[in-house]
DNA sequence: AATGAGATTGACCGGAACGGTTAACAGGGG
DNA sequence: CCCCTGTTAACCGTTCCGGTCAATCTCATT
């Protein structure tokens, strides 16, 4: 790809990597016309071929900027070392959200790309996916300490209930296109509230509930 | 459309409307090629031509296709008269799964086609759509006997709950396509015994746990 | 074996759109 | 005045589009 892409005014590259992601989630990759992703960039074609100097190369361009400003964003919120449950799946939906604020289409790009069955691209789509996987709370689940939750509880169904609610909240809301993420933000910390007082011992519920 | 179509072998003509909604689901209405649809159905363009006249026509057949065997099935099973919460989920996730071992690419196609935006089909789409819309449990929610269920806990958040752990799984899947019906069947009734569980009040949760 | 009716297809149509190139233009700084 | 950079319109050959149609192939009935 051509350097100059990032002397770019900040907003110009992301209306263009956001081009990307719309019209590459929206299309398979064969079907996904270049000039369609200029016009929704708001540039001409031929500027789109002067930053990146063929199709193939701006659509792996996009799933690594994606894999990689994800791994980061995700890091940088600290969900990883959180120790509390709740804490840490709270700011991993910010870190999340805060990506759909600024790549409203990435997600739904980086799932389809991951399905992506072209020849031209699924090798090296395939190639890097591993930096892609998620590391799921798995470990995380055998640090929790039983005696805060509901006695008799199974922990791992109830992180499944959680993690498929929020996935099931994200899904919804995006395929009805048209995000308004504030209004996401406080449906999360509801759910997030009425999980900590359902699963949470009596006495442990109040303590986060501010 | 032509009504020759009702006389093919139903696999066929299953065939040719999975290819429909596969295709249709993964593409916008414009980049998505009758020849791609005729390929995948197994025919040739000439004879997908012949049965639907035009592209438009066999768009919005698929759509009204959708919509009415949707409808039917969601009645047949029965969930719109159950009294019961959780029997009225299971029968709905019931008919769900069996439209989706028939046509699985069908919800996708559904979800796609509803947010459409070209001219040549969005306002027929549109106007059709309140076909679609779901019914929702809203009204069912105060019919529930709050005695039921523990002390306390707000019913339209556990609705909302399992309901978006529900779609979250449903999408988990279908995202990642290749989809296992049986698995599915039975990591739904897994969610369903754990949420009796744990939302209803002790000695009614064994009730229904065959 | 010949016939005729349907089912099904390959070859074809004009024109649009594809990915990609190139030559030219606009405009600001030296 | 010219160079430099960012930007585009016009163009390239090729492929593919939605759609048509005459020619097959299938096969039950004579």
Same mark, same amino acid.
């Given at each position: 790809m051509n350097q100059k892409f990032y002397s770019l005014p900040e907003e110009k590259q992301r209306a263009i990597l956001n081009a990307g992601f719309h019209v590459f989630s929206q299309n398979t990759y064969k079907n996904s016309p270049m000039r369609e992703i200029a016009e929704t960039a708001g540039i001409s074609k031929s500027l789109l071929f002067h930053y990146f100097h063929n199709k193939k190369e701006l659509y +792996?361009?996009?799933w690594t900027f994606c894999a990689e400003i994800t791994i980061e964003e995700m890091k940088k919120s600290g969900c990883y070392q959180q120790t509390d449950l709740f804490e840490s799946m709270e700011s991993g939906k910010n870190a999340k959200l805060r990506l759909m604020r600024m790549?409203?289409?990435? &997600?739904?790009? !980086?799932?389809k !790309?991951?399905?992506?069955e072209d020849p031209e691209v699924c090798r090296e789509i395939r190639g890097s996916m591993d930096r892609y996987i998620q590391i799921h709370a798995s470990a995380k689940l055998e640090n929790l300490?039983?005696?805060d939750f509901i006695p008799g509880i199974d922990l791992k169904m109830m992180y499944k209930d959680m993690y498929l609610a929020s996935e &099931?909240?994200?899904w919804e809301k995006m395929k009805l296109g048209n +995000?308004?993420?504030d209004e996401m933000e406080r449906d999360f910390s509801e759910l997030l509230s009425f999980? $900590? $007082?359902i699963y949470l011992k009596k006495g442990k519920a109040e303590y986060h509930d501010d």
């Open positions: +792996l361009y996009l790549y409203p289409d990435m &997600g739904t790009f !980086a799932v !790309a991951f399905c992506e300490n039983p005696d &099931g909240y994200l +995000l308004n993420i999980w $900590k $007082k």
